[in-house]
């Protein structure tokens, strides 16, 4: 297999497991959000952490997103090695080595790099980094509206760090960001961008992120951009909070029943290799398109143990069927190609260029 795109002839989708995206459902929901947020006057920023593939990354800035979000540098690299230059980093890039890179990759021409800061030390380490730099660095105060991850705690601190970048040479204060919507991001950010205007620092850009919360970013006060990565394919998680069906579900993981141990019980060839072991939450490890009853229960490293009791109908020894997973970016990861599909039948394969960066 070609490490970047391969002839249809060359992609046997019996050769199980193998993820698929179907191009219709990928370019449908590319279209989607971008016209809510067209409809809306905000801008698109996807986060590629969904597919980590470049080419996806321009289907998306053709279909009129302003940029993209990663939250790693190696993923930049790969990003800026395509062409697509407009990057807002939404992640502490803290320490000697990491910032040396992020100054180089910022001073490749036609870059445009942004970075989220959520304390005074990194804003002063990206200060000594960038304090004789051609252009100063844009910083995006993160605030923490309800997460409860990372982010300055309330619009007071996120007024005295921006005040901080403000006064550091190298850096321009630009903006606030949060992830995801939260029932108290409106409120916070009321006082925050009131309080920064009062003190003439008005955000450049108010950017909100997340897939399930997107339809709410046009609440949020002063959005200027919305950060989504999920809906590019969408998985059971997406369709469990209301914001897509089965049927806008890109990914399909093929594999094969290899075992029918007991007459309720199904083994197939992708666990938690494939599948990955992450819940969201949820029941079983991911819906089985041909047989929604079934519950996957648990997954060794390359097995899937299926629970066939509550199905009418059972998968046979060596039948193929398809799974959407709970969670598409962490699939995405596990996986050098990812096969693009139009009605059953293969157009292209994807290296997954920014697969395992997570540095």
Not at 3 to 10: L, M, N, R, S
């Amino acid at each position: 297999m070609s490490p970047a795109v391969a002839t249809q002839a060359t992609v046997d989708l019996r050769d199980t497991p193998v993820v698929t995206i179907d191009l219709d459902r990928l370019e449908a929901n590319i279209r989607r959000l971008q016209a809510y947020c067209d409809a809306h006057g905000i801008a698109n920023r996807p986060h590629i952490k969904t597919h980590k593939i470049p080419a996806i990354a321009q289907m998306q800035m053709a279909g009129g997103a302003r940029g993209i979000t990663c939250q790693k540098l190696g993923e930049v690299a790969v990003m800026l090695d395509a062409g697509i230059t407009d990057i807002f980093i939404t992640f502490n890039i803290l320490g000697e080595a990491k910032l040396e890179r992020l100054r180089t990759l910022a001073s490749r021409r036609g870059a445009r790099l942004s970075v989220a800061c959520d304390n005074a030390e990194l804003a002063r380490q990206l200060s000594r980094t960038f304090a004789d730099a051609a252009e100063p660095l844009p910083v995006i105060v993160e605030c923490d509206t309800g997460m409860g991850r990372t982010g300055v705690q309330t619009p007071a601190e996120a007024l005295a760090l921006a005040q901080l970048i403000a006064r550091l040479p190298g850096l321009r204060f630009e903006g606030v960001m949060t992830y995801p919507i939260m029932p108290d991001t409106r409120p916070f950010f009321e006082a925050a961008l009131a309080m920064l205007n009062r003190a003439g620092l008005p955000a450049a850009a108010v950017s909100t992120g997340g897939t399930p919360v997107y339809p709410r970013a046009h609440e949020v006060p002063g959005v200027t951009e919305h950060r989504a990565g999920t809906y590019v394919f969408n998985d059971r998680a997406t369709v469990a909070s209301g914001v897509a069906t089965w049927d806008d579900c890109a990914m399909r993981i093929l594999t094969t029943v290899i075992s029918r141990p007991t007459p309720t019980r199904a083994i197939i060839d992708a666990g938690s290799k494939t599948l990955s072991s992450d819940l969201q939450g949820l029941v079983g490890h991911g819906r089985t398109v041909e047989y929604p009853d079934a519950v996957i229960y648990k997954l060794n490293e390359e097995h899937g143990y299926v629970d066939l009791s509550a199905c009418a109908a059972r998968p046979e020894v060596g039948e193929v069927v398809s799974v959407i997973p709970n969670h598409t970016c962490v699939v995405t990861n596990l996986h050098a190609h990812l096969v693009g599909v139009r009605r059953g039948r293969a157009e292209v394969v994807w290296n997954v260029a920014a697969r395992g960066l997570v540095r």
